[in-house]
């Protein structure tokens, strides 16, 4: 197309060439006077292969120049010209804590922000494959609920998991947060009134005693390797120490993280009343990553019979206060790796066993308070840690099993209570 606007080139960044005849791929490069000079100009490269586009990001250049006595210096802090490209490199350094953003650092996991800005690119992808939206030169401001929609429209082309989805749209609205807040662009989050997919409440199941028997007695170094990863790379499932794994699990009734890296220097000894408990205290991960104040939260668990009998089968009396882990105290691996294995390798054994209902390794967590409800009832909540009954009502306790408090109703007459 003939170029209409002067100062507007063509140029290749291959050649470094304004009005090529290479083959290269093409983008545009605008160049302006210094209004009060005689030869100072202003250049600006704009990586679009657009004419339309590199117009309009050329007139708001010119623009932009006049209103800043034609400071190249001040145009990165523009916040019309803040691009999506720029948005999100500067959004990733924002929850990395880097640079001008460490006083905003809060104790986010590598695999929290990763998650986060795979959301956000996936927004894009399917911003570029809908408009050809070229993040490179596209104004962040300008993403409005046409883009939105379109968004909504690929949920339904790709039958996206729900709730999957409702994970993208509450990352993707983080970043528009940020670029309004941190990098003042005028503009309304274009997320913040969007109605999330309706998701099915999943049914809250726990693990029998003989499902879990029958995974423990799969369980060899026979036949244990299974195919994973995008090259099907056989991996060994079986580790010494994986079926102590599983049962620690199911004791303690922590998160996997927290259980796995247990170690003897966790367990207390408590004598109260002539009597002698133990204890298992460890800090509470998920809380400590969220809180603000940089303190940390410790939970406790109490050493019940079974968790008794399989830390003495482990050596309790003669390793109690050590510094070395509980389960697998020689691990090669490193401690997310090892983690990995351990969910890998129960799922395999379960379909090993030939167990057919949908159970993972954090279903043994469920059992477990599903198991302090059926005993404390409503009180349940202080014995596992969490902050309200609610939490494990709505997502931890097999509504199928009786509570402690139900089952004293049951003991009782109603009628006789009132005579």
């Known amino acids: 197309m003939k170029n209409k606007i002067a100062g507007l080139k063509v140029f290749c960044e291959t050649c470094k060439k304004e009005n090529p005849k290479c083959s290269h791929k093409k983008t545009y490069r605008g160049r302006t006077h210094v209004t009060g000079t005689k030869n100072k100009v202003r250049i600006k490269l704009f990586k679009t292969d ?203 009734g922590g998160r996997l993280e927290e259980v796995l890296n247990l170690k003897w220097s966790d367990i207390i000894k408590i004598e109260q009343n002539e009597s002698v408990f133990h204890k298992i205290i460890v800090k509470d991960l998920k809380v400590n990553r969220i809180k603000k104040n940089g303190s940390s939260k410790l939970k406790s668990t109490i050493v019940h019979a079974d968790l008794m009998n399989l830390l003495i089968d482990l050596g309790l009396h003669q390793k109690i206060g050590r510094n070395e882990y509980i389960i697998c105290p020689d691990r090669t691996r490193n401690n997310k790796n090892f983690i990995s294995l351990v969910s890998k390798s129960f799922s395999f054994f379960r379909d090993k066993a030939g167990v057919r209902k949908d159970i993972s390794i954090k279903h043994l967590r469920k059992t477990y308070i599903t198991w302090v409800n059926s005993i404390n009832g409503y009180g349940a909540h202080i014995i596992t840690g969490h902050s309200g009954y609610e939490i494990l009502d709505n997502h931890y306790i097999n509504p199928n099993v009786v509570n402690g408090l139900e089952m004293n109703l049951v003991k009782y007459s109603l009628i006789e209570s009132l005579s």
């Not at 001040?74 to 001008?100: A, C, M, R, W, Y």
């Not at 670029?179 to 997919?197: A, E, L, T, W």
């Open 50 to 252: 657009k004419y339309e586009d590199a117009v309009i990001q050329f007139l708001k250049f010119k623009q932009i120049l006049k209103k800043t006595n034609f400071e190249l210096n001040t145009l990165d802090n523009i916040p019309s010209l803040l691009t999506v490209s720029k948005s999100i490199d500067e959004f990733k350094k924002f929850l990395s804590g880097d640079g001008q953003y460490i006083q905003y650092k809060k104790n986010r996991t590598h695999a929290y922000v990763k998650q986060v800005s795979s959301h956000i690119n996936t927004f894009f992808k399917v911003l570029k494959e809908k408009q050809n939206l070229n993040i490179e030169s596209y104004p962040i401001s300008r993403i409005g609920k046409k883009e939105v929609s379109l968004f909504y429209d690929w949920r339904l082309e790709s039958n996206m998991n729900p709730s999957y989805f409702n994970k993208h749209i509450a990352s993707i609205k983080l970043i528009f947060d940020f670029v309004i807040r941190h990098k003042q662009i005028n503009m309304v989050n274009p997320f913040i009134d969007v109605v999330r997919i309706p998701v099915e409440a999943k049914e809250i199941t726990s693990v029998t005693l003989a499902e879990f028997n029958s995974i423990l007695n799969s369980i060899s170094s026979d036949d244990s390797f299974m195919c994973v990863g995008v090259n099907s790379q056989r991996k060994n499932m079986y580790f010494n120490g994986i079926k102590e794994a599983f049962k620690l699990l199911l004791f303690v």
